[in-house]
């Protein structure tokens, strides 16, 4: 089983930077892609940006140019840097491993960590 702590969400103004950090633990074989998501209220989850273990990343069309994933593989932790952030970026994120075992892919969640930022 796989652990996901998330940290560095809070409350910021608009145009303004946070950095958020997913740590993986736990029965991991190896990682393939790392990924952030979110969801605001009343609204599906959706894909943030994702790296694969080839760092090949995409990103949401909404964050391109202001958000930065990144991972470090040493620390099984994968980053999400938030520059010029809006009050649309308001969500609950959550970071999302897939890791695998031979033949087999398994995804774990993290918690969430919530990100707010006032206009």
């Known amino acids: 089983q796989v652990q996901l702590v998330e940290s560095g969400g809070g409350l910021v103004q608009a145009g303004g930077s946070l950095r958020l950090s997913c740590a993986a633990s736990?029965?991991?074989?190896?990682?393939?892609?790392m990924g952030w998501y979110r969801q605001a209220p009343g609204k599906q989850r959706e894909l943030v940006a994702v790296i694969t273990n080839s760092d090949n990343t995409n990103y949401a069309d909404s964050v391109k140019g202001r958000f930065s994933i990144s991972r470090d593989n040493a620390k099984n932790t994968v980053y999400l840097q938030m520059n010029s952030l809006k009050p649309e970026d308001t969500a609950v994120y959550y970071c999302?491993?897939?890791?695998?075992?031979?033949?087999?892919?398994?995804?774990?969640w993290g918690q969430g960590t919530q990100v707010t930022v006032s206009s």
């Open positions: 736990g029965r991991i074989f190896s990682i393939n892609a």
């Open positions: 999302k491993v897939v890791t695998k075992e031979g033949y087999y892919a398994y995804e774990s």
